[in-house]
Structures are given as structure tokens and as C-alpha cells.
């Protein structure tokens, strides 16, 4: 299981959640506690809002412990919101472009988790993307697909119900295809003014996800609390959306959707 932490609020340096505190992203990428696999080794990544519509990114395929360029960054970097992950593979070789976070325009995306039967799965999901959003497509992993599915779906105008339809499709399909389904999903994703994360998984194992405010008036959303504060850390339950905007946070009830027709038509070609 991959670790990732998130920021929304007044611009902090990057360092904050990704090297400075006692259980930073670094120190999770080599000693997470709250995952299958204590070592999280196959690549990193940042990606930041800064005065452009559009995030900058930086991602490598090193382990992000022995990147002395990330440790550089983060310490020069501040941001306002900011996404950042390191990487245990599941689905997609060990290379640059299977790195989180994506981007895609103004969207920025990072996931925790996996669907099974991808390999089964990867065809028909594909088939379902325009011409836009598949040749947006640049890496081999699940977590970059499940993005443009959603962007497909419309993610762009409402964000949560258009996740909540592709992983009901992704569902749906899987059910079809193969008979069964499971998928673990925690994930964060931004336009670059509000942010959002989901909880869920089809089983009792949705990957954890914490919550602690931060800076002024900000909150970081981590895949495991950053230090031994307990009480400063609210765990979000598994079927949960997060929205993180300038009203503060908001926690609802997360559900995948099915649109009947969605999984039974792919999408025209533009």
C-alpha cells in the first residue's frame, strides 16, 4: 500500500508534511506503520499550486528517502495545496510515468489502494475514455485510469458524485467480467481551490486516512498522523468523502453509483 499526505490553507513549505515532522512522508516511505508493507520504495511524488491554474510536479522512481532533490524542494517550496505520495506498486512497472500524483489540466489526483482483476478490467475501462481523456493517459497503472474515468464522468463540474460513478462503474464491470469485486480506494484530488479525498473499499479493509488541522486556519488530510499527538488527529471512517474548501472541512457519507447506461456504452470518439 502506497502512503500520501495532502494540504489545503494558508501556504506552508512543502517540508512540513513531507520531511520535517517525526513521521514525515519520508520516514512513512521506509517505516509506515498502518500498512500491509512497511516500505514504500517504487518512486514519489509532489505535486503544488502555486500562481498558475495548472500544478507544478516533480516525480522520480528513486525511493524518496535517498532523493536529496526532494528533501531540496520541499524545504524552498511553499504552497497553499499540495499533494504528495510515495509509491508500493500494485498494478504498472516501476517507472516516472506510473508515479503519483496525475495531473491532468487543473486536476491532480493521487490514490491508495488497487482494484482487483485489473489486468481483466483494463480493456473495457479504456474504452469508456474520448479521445481526450485516452490520450491523457501516459502510465499503465489503475489509479491513472480510475482519474480520467472520472474526469470522463464528470469530474471537472461535480466532483465527488462523478469518483462516486467511476468506481460504481469500475464495480459493475468487475462483477460482469469476472463474478466478483473488491476494490480499496483512498484518495486525494484537487482543482487547485478545494480538496477532496474518499475513504471506501468493497471489503472491511479500506486503506486509513487521517485528518488534523494546520498553519492558519488550514488542515492536512495523511495517510497516517504525522506524530504521536493523538488527540490532534481525527481518523476519517471508511465511506466517507472529505472536502476541504474555505469554509473549512466537511465530511459526508461516500457511495459508489451505478449509471446503467455508462457501463453498457463506451464513449464516442471526439
Not at 516500505?39 to 532523493?67: H, K, Q
Not at 499503465?140 to 467511476?166: H, I, K, N, V
Not at 477532496?196 to 479493509?205: I, K
Request: with cysteine.
Amino acid at each position: 500500500m502506497c502512503r500520501w499526505a495532502a494540504y489545503r490553507g494558508q501556504p506552508i513549505y512543502l517540508e512540513e508534511l513531507v520531511t520535517s515532522p517525526a513521521h514525515s512522508l519520508i520516514e512513512q516511505s521506509h517505516c509506515a506503520t498502518r500498512a500491509k508493507t512497511a516500505t514504500n520504495a517504487d518512486g514519489f511524488g509532489i505535486a503544488w499550486y502555486g500562481d498558475r491554474p495548472e500544478p507544478g510536479r516533480f516525480r522520480d522512481v528513486l525511493p524518496a528517502w535517498s532523493d536529496c532533490n526532494l528533501k531540496s524542494m520541499a524545504r524552498q517550496i511553499r504552497s497553499r495545496l499540495f499533494l504528495a505520495h510515495v509509491r508500493a506498486a500494485t498494478h504498472g512497472s516501476t517507472r516516472r510515468d506510473n508515479c503519483h500524483p496525475f495531473v491532468c489540466d487543473t486536476w491532480s489526483f493521487m490514490h491508495n489502494g488497487q482494484i482487483d482483476h485489473f489486468d481483466r478490467l483494463r480493456r473495457s475501462m479504456e474504452s469508456m475514455l474520448d479521445d481526450e481523456h485516452f490520450n491523457a493517459r501516459v502510465g499503465t497503472t489503475d489509479s491513472e485510469l480510475l482519474f480520467l474515468l472520472a474526469l470522463q464522468f464528470g469530474m471537472r463540474e461535480r466532483p465527488l458524485a462523478a469518483m462516486a460513478e467511476a468506481i460504481g462503474f469500475v464495480e459493475q464491470l468487475s462483477i460482469n467480467l469476472t463474478g466478483s469485486v473488491k476494490v480499496r480506494f483512498t484518495a486525494a484530488f484537487s482543482d487547485g481551490h478545494t480538496l477532496y479525498a474518499v475513504r471506501y473499499a468493497t471489503d472491511a479493509y479500506a486503506p486509513t486516512l487521517f485528518a488534523a488541522p494546520m498553519g492558519a486556519g488550514g488542515h492536512c488530510l495523511v495517510s497516517e498522523p504525522l506524530n504521536d499527538d493523538t488527540d490532534a488527529w481525527m481518523e476519517i471512517p471508511a465511506g466517507s468523502a472529505v472536502t476541504l474548501s474555505e469554509k473549512g472541512i466537511e465530511v459526508t457519507r461516500f457511495q459508489p453509483s451505478v449509471d446503467g447506461a455508462a457501463v453498457m456504452k463506451p464513449a464516442m470518439a471526439s
